[in-house]
């Protein structure tokens, strides 16, 4: 399978402890995103690069929250000191620049935080 | 930034029958509006998308509108099917390279047999 992966599916922790989540984009795509979706909301934006270069970051990726994309390949999303309020879906998504209109998304690492 | 509001929140249609979802949007400057269903424990998927140089498309069974005037776009599924059953996001995005795609709060479809 060429998708996005994303690991690990599915991730427990108790609050203050830190989190990272691993994403593979399409390996032929330069750019990648993250994502949080809560419960019944649509997917909100947190950061994205462009190969290796981290080009934005939303006001929702607090001091707690870092991305990386090292090699311009995976990217690690870590959540230090976990609250109960980061408990979410946590979608990787990526794209060609050159077809930079949709992303394809892969499904998602669920955290809850306890 | 970027608003974008869709309608209903669910909504149940006898199988056979027509879906209709609504999404306005605030950002002028938007020029691309994709749809995307995402079916439980997955992650989005692209089904259809449009540009703001288009009013129409349609692809099989699905199509969507754009009315760039009033802001509105619109996904509509024909002769539905029980795998239509997920929850639909419209989305929007400003055409440029440093821009992202903003969601709408998402639709349930259900449908019933």
Redesign the interface.
Known sequence: DTGVSQNPRHKITKRGQNVTFRCDPISEHNRLYWYRQTLGQGPEFLTYFQNEAQLEKSRLLSDRFSAERPKGSFSTLEIQRTEQGDSAMYLCASSLRQDDYGYTFGSGTRLTVV | GEN?E?HPSTLSVQEGDSAVIKCTYSDSASN?F?W?KQEL??????II?I?SNVGEKKDQRIAVTLNKTAKHFSLHITETQPEDSAVY?C?ARR?S??S???????TRLSIRP
Do not use: N
């Open positions: 974008v869709q691309y994709p995307y424990g997955k992650g989005p998927q692209l998308d540009r996001f989305a055409y390279s440093a992202k795609i903003i969601f709408g709060s998402g």
